[in-house]
């Protein structure tokens, strides 16, 4: 099976998860007014992983009909499920290469996508597909985050007793040093900085062009999520990396970045993590922020 994002970036739990923080209910009016959406027409998402944008846009006007292309079949096989599960039948997923899309020039009303040109091997092709089958007047919109890395603040937000900060910190730089040099898809994660964006469009020959910015913020201490909200956080955040170290160890090459103890000392700390987050869940005293801006980037064919 081919090399996917699912395996070397972010399980199909977690990625569905942080979706619900990143594309809140507040903003879902804001975000379609922005992207030009109007009832009953038709919308392609590239690169949707687990359809989230889809199903959210799904809500937003009568009578949509939408499709997702993806690469990966795990996060298109989860899509499906939430979608079923939603009781939505105006989405449809195929899995295809956002470089060749399977479909006839002009057959969609608007394409959008969400970190996805920002997470593409080729995000110029990509976009000229996207202009392709979109119709003559209709819009392409693309958000992505100002940054791929998940900012963590400094220390001094751990209380006294927490004994495995200092370590873990220093070995998830050497961890992230091995992912980024050893990732069999390292060309995705440098394919494009955000702020390029709308270059990218202007290039395109895109006309229009508006930028729209949409924050997000999630804190395991942040008391306006329910407890079972951040209890599923940790956990999803524990399996997530737990899964993602064990694919690379996999691939070999990890000797260059880390000893056989600190290997062993990783597995170790992301458990005791886990438990240390678990049990100061109700006391806010940990400001571990998992934040970013993102733009939205629209422009008219
Ligand atoms: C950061 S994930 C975003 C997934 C989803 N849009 C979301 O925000 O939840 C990037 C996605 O782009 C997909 N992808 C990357 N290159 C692709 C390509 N050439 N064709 C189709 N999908 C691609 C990956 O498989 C992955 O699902």
């Known amino acids: ?28 009016e ?24 889809s199903r959210y846009l799904s809500h937003s006007r009568k009578n949509l009909s939408l499709t997702g292309i993806d690469l990966d079949q795990k996060f298109l096989s989860m899509a499906e499920q939430f979608t079923k599960q939603e009781g939505l039948h105006n989405i449809s997923y195929i899995q295809a290469n956002a470089n060749a899309l399977p479909f006839a020039a002009h057959s969609f009303d608007h394409v959008v996508s969400h970190t996805f040109l920002t997470s593409t091997q080729t995000p110029l092709l990509a976009l000229s597909e996207m202009h392709r089958v979109v119709k003559p007047g209709g819009s392409i919109s693309s958000i992505t985050p100002m940054s ?27 961890v992230w040093q091995m992912y980024e040099r050893i990732n069999p898809l390292a060309d995705y994660i440098n394919a494009v900085d955000s702020g390029k964006v709308p270059q990218m469009f202007v290039r395109e020959g ?19 999520y329910s407890r079972a909200a951040r209890e599923q956080y940790i956990d999803l955040c524990y399996q997530d990396e737990a899964k993602k170290f064990e694919h690379f160890i996999a ?26 987050l678990q049990q100061h869940l109700d006391d806010n005293s940990i400001f571990e922020w998992n934040g970013r801006a993102n733009i939205m980037v629209t422009g008219r064919a």
């Open 1 to 28: 099976m081919a090399k996917c994002w699912s395996e070397y970036f972010q399980l199909p739990e977690l990625l569905e998860y942080s979706r619900r923080y990143m594309l809140t209910q507040e903003m879902r």
């Open 30 to 53: 804001l975000i379609t007014t922005h992207m030009l959406i109007h009832d009953g027409e038709t919308i392609l998402e590239v690169g949707c992983g687990t359809g989230y944008l």
């Open 148 to 174: 791929i890395m998940p900012t963590v603040l400094e220390e001094g937000c751990y209380p006294p007793d927490c004994s495995y900060i200092t370590r873990y910190k220093i070995l998830f730089e050497k």
């Open 206 to 224: 895109l006309k229009e062009i508006s930028l729209f910015p949409i924050g997000y913020a999630f804190s395991f201490s942040d008391a306006s």
């Open 251 to 276: 691939l070999g090459g990890w000797k260059k970045f880390l000893t056989s103890e600190e290997v062993r000392e990783y597995r170790q700390l992301l458990q005791e993590k886990k438990a240390y």
